[in-house]
């Protein structure tokens, strides 16, 4: 699954998500040698949805191949098969861990077995899925390589992504969840080596902070960052949360900054409607980020946070989709490029697979 000998075919067709036809499919072309994108035209929607849940937290999961589906009804072309690395126990009767405060969440295995024996049996033709390993515990850095050599020898090859993984996640910390001990990250070096070798991303959920404290925990990413330099790190969302709606846009994009710039193997994911409806919402705000992710966007990943619990349907994942794309509308044409149209993604997996180019506008 790592490379599928084909490349993207620009198929254009004037379409939307609104039940039509998708503008882009998977082909055996090697390129989009002189065809473009037409952004008067076609979806300004994310081919590319790298950060999504086929588990849930706890009860039902929608069926994989129904979640592949929503993949294609709505135009998207790449995903990760993300599981859930924190699982609420198996007698809970909860789907959601904020449902159930007080009931201890695990990392746990499970989810990265479910994902690898469905992807065997149920690989679609027309979206290309990366698989995760979602399980690390970052606080036990011994038991990761452990982990990986258990799921290599079960799934040779099959997984090349690593994350979404919990550094710092407030959410969960009525769930047992603590920011993982800084002298741990010291640990990390055996599995981080690994993740190096075989060109694996490691994408981390680390909140930066709250409203009281917007940079409480900045110093976890940025030990990360200064131990593991060589690394192919995501930072999810940002560094935002729901713990941290109020941030002061200046700061939080000079912090950004500061860190892409030092570190060239970051990069930055913008998945989750919270970043839309509280920051790239508000017009003010919405320029700012908008000539950042501009200046920067060689450096960014799109995604819509989804978790495929049984109680949601197609309507929610289409929702999220063009809740988490309306930024692309703000982009340059460089930028929407990279970004929504996946060659970020492409050159991060060194996927045989290119971008096309955006039509120039007249």
Not at 181 to 198: K, N
């Amino acid at each position: 699954m790592r490379k599928i000998a084909s490349t993207l075919l620009v198929a254009f067709c004037i379409a939307g998500l609104a039940g039509r036809a998708s503008p882009l499919t998977l082909s055996t072309l090697q390129d989009s040698t002189g065809q473009c994108y037409d952004r008067t035209v076609h979806p300004q929607t994310s081919i590319v949805d790298s950060h999504v849940h086929f588990r849930p937290f706890g009860g039902p999961a929608i069926p994989f191949s129904e979640v592949i589906s929503y993949l294609e009804r709505t135009g998207v072309l790449f995903a990760n098969i993300y599981g859930i690395g924190q699982m609420l126990p198996v007698t809970s009767s909860c789907t959601y861990y904020l449902d159930c405060p007080g009931t201890l969440v695990k990392p746990t295995l499970k989810n990265d077995f479910v994902n690898a024996a469905s992807l065997i049996v149920e690989a679609p033709k027309h979206v290309h899925l990366t698989l995760a390993m979602t399980f690390p515990d970052l606080s036990q850095p011994d038991s990761i390589l452990q982990g990986i050599q258990l799921l290599e020898t079960e799934y040779p090859g099959l997984f090349t992504w690593m994350g979404e993984v919990n550094l710092v996640k407030q959410a969960l910390f009525g769930n047992g969840h603590r920011a993982v001990p800084l002298t741990a990250i010291d640990g990390w070096s055996a599995f981080m080596q690994v993740l190096r070798e075989r060109h694996i991303p490691l994408a981390i959920h680390s909140d930066l902070g709250s409203d009281d404290e917007p940079t409480k925990y900045l110093a976890w990413m940025q030990k990360v960052l200064d131990l593991y330099p060589d690394n192919a790190i995501v930072w999810m969302h940002l560094g935002l949360s729901r713990e941290l709606l109020k941030m002061d846009t200046a700061q939080h994009i000079q912090i950004m900054k500061s860190l892409l710039d030092r570190y060239p193997k970051l990069m930055l994911d913008i998945s989750w409607r919270i970043i839309e409806d509280y920051y790239f919402s508000d017009p003010e705000k919405r320029v700012l980020y908008a000539s950042f992710l501009n200046e920067y966007s060689e450096r960014v990943l799109p995604g819509t946070d989804f978790v495929a619990s049984g109680n949601k349907d197609f309507e929610v994942y289409q929702e999220e989709l063009h809740v988490t794309s309306r930024i692309n509308r703000y982009l340059n044409d460089t930028a929407f490029r990279n970004i929504a149209l996946g060659q970020n993604y492409f050159r991060l997996l060194n996927l045989d697979y290119t971008a096309p180019p955006v039509c120039r506008r007249e």
